[in-house]
């Protein structure tokens, strides 16, 4: 695979690789490393120049891959005249899902006094919160978060990381940052400067790969 923004600096030079599950895996890597433009490509947002990149087994832009997959970037796109709750109704509306659990997870957030709050209004930790919560809506086969504990309090953390690993017990989720300061060191960590040709993580039919 062959990837970037510009193709006199491309990111990823001739790489082939897989991440497999249920796992939960670190991506690790320095500043302009690729994190970012991992997280593009398993989204489908962003395309190769060559190559393909798989999610399930389905292209990353096919919309087969939608439905199962979640992706929850470091900076969060919100509507800052919507409420809190309307963003979590919204985010269901989009999958056609009930809003009543994904309001009780926010509530278990710590959220429940700002769910009515214009969401120009939150807090950073609080905008973090609403951002995963729509981010992760439903039932899905993987996940890739971008940063999720940034400006996060202690107990919107210990919650998060409780989540994050009942779902690695059944799904692929894959962690890009920095550090995660021993929260999880039960994950896999892989740095973006020494992926090469691999596959990684537990056997199962969850994957994000690229070829």
Known sequence: MFAGYSAEHPVYEDLSFAFTGPALIHLQGKNGSGKSTFVELASGYLSPWAGTVFVNGARADDPESRSRRRVCRSEAAIFAQ???????????????????????????????????????NLSTGNVRKLWYVMNTVGQFDCVV?????NGTDTEGVAYMVEEIRRWAESKLVVIVTHSLQDLLPEAVTVRLEDL????????????????
Not at 87 to 114: N, Q, Y
Not at 145 to 149: A, G, T
């Open 82 to 120: 919507m409420t809190a709750r309307d963003h979590l109704v919204f985010a269901c509306i989009a999958r056609d899902l009930d809003p009543g659990p994904e309001i009780l997870r926010a509530t278990s957030l710590g959220m429940e006094p700002w769910l009515g709050e214009n969401a120009g």
């Open 145 to 149: 978060l971008d940063e999720p504990f």
């Open 196 to 211: 090469k040709t691999q596959i990684i993580g537990g056997p199962g039919d969850r994957s994000v790969g690229a070829k």
